[in-house]
């Protein structure tokens, strides 16, 4: 059975070394990033994948995946598009996640799943067999009520599964990484939860460049609050390469108005309102 902790500060004496303060400044210094976060992980203890979810009312939505040794293939997106498809009312982490969510607060919740432990075998066939995946680490935290968000850590059979003390190393760094983490949270999204950002950009958006098609402004609102083309076709249920289809005709009618087409001008139209 998964095994789960709830962890509110990091244990008395435990160090870092300076490369991983020096990464964990790195997640704090700007929006959140996965690379940044794998970065700082992996200053601690290698893991191969990491997925960066927002839980959001009715199903996860992938923010940004990372892969230690990136290749042709997008994994962490190819992956999540399959998990939220089928498989995420399976997942204990969602219940989990629906908890930690009715109790925003300063703890960081943790669980541990071994691949064997799942309990659908299409699930573990489809996604942690064909990838050699053997276990996943998930830390969730909740930086306002309702709003959840999970770093999903995962490691491959070249790796191994995680030893014990590497699971303590882990959980020893949670509550650094949760504070880190919320600390890019406020520079992205000042005093508000994803859903609702969305949302205000979608209407910004709508007034300000109303040209836009109404699933070109979802794409664009959600480029405007940071989600990358993954994240996005997976909280659209689309394809990536309709994300980019859509993003470029958007940004060709932001063109024609004498705008730039990129994620800042978004983002400043979106706060403009």
Not at 109 to 123: F, T, Y
Not at 191 to 215: F, M, N
Not at 242 to 248: C, D, E, G, H, I
């Amino acid at each position: 059975m998964p095994v789960t902790w709830t962890l509110d500060a990091p244990p008395a004496g435990h160090q870092l070394s300076g490369r991983a303060a020096s990464a964990l400044l790195d997640i704090a210094s700007g929006p959140p990033s996965a690379a940044r976060l794998l970065a700082f992980v992996n200053q601690v203890v290698p893991v191969q994948y990491l997925s960066l979810v927002a839980f959001g009312r009715d199903a996860p939505e992938l923010v940004e995946g990372c892969d230690s040794q990136p290749s042709e293939r997008n994994v962490v997106a190819e992956c999540f598009a399959i998990y939220r498809r089928s498989y995420f009312r399976s997942d204990a982490v969602t219940r989990l996640a629906h908890r930690v969510g009715q109790a925003p607060g300063p703890q960081v919740v943790a669980m541990h799943c071994r691949a064997d432990e799942l309990p659908v075998p299409g699930w573990r066939h489809e996604i942690y067999e064909r990838e050699k995946l053997t276990e996943r680490l998930s830390l969730l935290h909740a930086p306002a009520a309702g709003s959840v968000y999970g770093l999903h850590l995962y490691r491959d059979q070249r790796q191994g599964l995680f030893r014990p003390a590497e699971v303590e190393q882990l959980l020893g760094v949670a509550p650094l990484l949760r504070q880190a983490h919320q600390a890019a949270l406020r520079i992205a999204f000042p005093g508000s939860d994803r859903t609702a950002q969305i949302e205000r950009a979608r209407q910004a958006l709508a007034r300000r460049v109303p040209r836009l098609s109404a699933r070109e402004r979802e794409v664009c609102a959600r480029i405007a609050c940071g989600l990358s083309a993954d994240g996005i076709a997976a909280d659209l249920d689309i394809a990536p390469s309709t994300v980019l289809t859509l993003r470029k005709r958007a940004y060709l009618k932001l063109a024609d108005a004498g705008l730039h087409g990129n994620r800042l001008t978004l983002a400043r139209l979106a706060a403009a309102g």
